[in-house]
Nanobody
Framework: QVQLVESGGGLVQAGDSLRLSCAAS????????MAWVRQAPGKEREFVAS????????VYKDSVKGRFTISRDNAKNTLSLQMNSLKSEDTAVYYC?????????????????WGQGTQVTVSS
């Protein structure tokens, strides 16, 4: 089992940067593929970035490529998302999610662990 707690959300202006963190508890974080997922009001949930359990492999949704960077520190049981050049359309609740596996994937049906989310609001 892995428990996930996100932090770092807030209100920023378009063009600003923000860094989200996810603290994981439990013994199996290092065995988990992790991802950042977001959901805007009235919209479907979308996976924006995933990272393999080793941290070597990452994959991004096209709309955030070049702006967002996912990373992890298995020694500290933390997952991060550095978000640069934020746009109003990035406004959403951001969740970290994970499952015990190997390779990064944006396929949501694999993910079994979820945090409670942190709000990111980007004003234009």
């Amino acid at each position: 089992q892995v428990q996930l707690v996100e932090s770092g959300g807030g209100l920023v202006q378009a063009g600003d940067s923000l860094r989200l963190s996810c603290a994981a508890s439990g013994r199996t974080f290092g065995s988990c593929v992790m991802a950042w997922v977001r959901q805007a009001p009235g919209k479907e949930r979308e996976f924006v970035a995933s990272i393999s359990r080793s941290g070597v492999s990452v994959v991004y949704k096209d709309s955030v490529k070049g702006r967002f960077t996912i990373s992890r520190d298995n020694a500290k049981n933390t997952l991060s998302l550095q978000m640069n050049s934020l746009k109003s359309e990035d406004t959403a609740v951001y969740y970290c999610a994970g499952f015990e596996g190997r390779g990064a994937t944006l396929q949501q049906n694999y993910y079994t662990y979820w945090g409670q989310g942190t709000q990111v609001t980007v004003s234009s």
